[in-house]
């Protein structure tokens, strides 16, 4: 069974704070690595892939990769109020996409 | 640029009524396609994923079904909808193309069984 799973939260942060999202999986074999973000009663957009073990920056989003510890991770840095959302994890084997129950995120101003 | 289509935007149906979604994509050709359901609050649940005309996983069995009469159009139906059949759907899609696989949405159907 391949299973995704996140921290539970909700998490709540202060605005310009850092915000720490974190994501475990279980096929070793997943391949590809992805962050969503889900306004409410909105469908999923894509914020960051991630390919291979290592940081990957873009902009205030950087997620990190640990095939090894089967870890991935996202910080956003200066959260804003806008990045309050629902921030889903998802790993992908052979087109096979499974996503983990997401995270609500807060910033509060 | 490419496209996904996702209709109706919300949908009531009463207990035991048939469903049809309907997605499309635009602008590829060979996509791999999905959908999803996701039940208030939770997370996304994927139901099935197809990866040519014709080639359908199925995830999780229940009276849901799909179908994928044309490259670009991926069908999910039921005979007879369950109360707890209801949630948000969602279609998805997908390409392999050096090594980038991230999977794009449609708008979601949000479909209340009553």
């Known amino acids: 069974q391949k299973e995704v799973e996140q921290n539970s939260g909700p998490l709540s942060v202060p605005e310009g704070a850092i915000a720490s999202l974190n994501c475990t999986y279980s096929d070793r074999g997943s391949q590809s690595f992805f962050w969503y973000r889900q306004y409410s009663g909105k469908s999923p957009e894509l914020i960051m892939s991630?390919?291979?073990?290592g940081d990957k920056e873009d902009g205030r989003f950087t997620a990190q990769l640990n095939k090894a510890s089967q870890y991935v991770s996202l910080l956003i840095r200066d959260s804003q109020p806008s990045d309050s959302a629902t921030y889903l994890c998802a790993v992908n084997y052979n087109n096979d996409m499974r996503f983990g129950a997401g995270t609500r995120l807060t910033v509060k101003p | 640029s490419q496209t996904i289509h996702q209709w109706p935007a919300t949908l009531v149906q009463p207990v035991g009524s048939p469903l049809s979604l309907e997605c499309t994509v635009e602008?590829?050709?060979?996509?791999?396609l999905y959908w999803y359901r996701q039940a208030a609050g939770r997370g996304l649940q994927l139901l099935f994923y197809?990866?040519?005309?014709?080639?359908i996983s199925s995830e999780v069995p229940q009276n849901l079904s799909a179908s994928r009469p044309q490259d670009r159009q991926f069908i999910l139906s039921s005979k007879k909808l369950l109360l707890s059949d209801s949630g948000f759907y969602l279609c998805a899609w997908n390409q392999d193309q050096a090594m980038r696989t991230e999977a794009f949405f449609g708008q979601g159907t949000r479909l209340t069984v009553v």
């Open positions: 991630i390919y291979s073990n």
């Open positions: 602008g590829t050709s060979n996509p791999n």
């Open positions: 197809s990866v040519g005309i014709g080639q």
